[in-house]
């Protein structure tokens, strides 16, 4: 018998600006939500769209990552697993929260939108142009037909 599959792939945009913290042993930890919209069209032809709000939890590296590149805006896809789990708030009430623990990232934007505002603009571009700033780029092919982005995203890279 299979042990289960707990695996989530998502693209969206960020609703805001990642919040980072640290564990009281240090360890980074970025909590933002993205918007995740789909659109059909109904039974009488008219387009219909729904976005729902996905909360993303990254940990370690990835945490820093997303607290220096990402933005209110900024699009992304995320690859991680569902995770339910319950806390106290202020006033004692039990709370139960479903993220994504975020395991990989692709900023889907251009890669000048992911420098970080306090690092200068380096003075010449780096061999390869922009695609080697983006990390898991190998993974567009498959990604952006997807989307329905597969040939005007590739040119903005």
Known sequence: ?????????????????????????GTAVANFSIAVSESWKDNEGNKQERTEWVNIVAWRKVAEICSQYLKKGSRIYVEGKLQCRSYEDKNGVKRYVTEVVMDQLLMLDSAESHTPP???????????????????????????????????????L
């Open 1 to 25: 018998m299979a042990r289960g599959l707990n695996k989530v792939l998502l693209i969206g945009n960020l609703g805001k600006d990642p919040e980072m913290k640290y564990t009281s042993g």
């Open 118 to 156: 306090s690092q200068p603009e380096p003075d010449a571009p780096s061999p390869g142009g922009k695609v080697d700033d983006l990390p898991f780029v190998w993974l567009l092919p498959f990604i952006l037909p997807l989307m329905g982005l597969a040939n005007e995203a590739v040119h903005s």
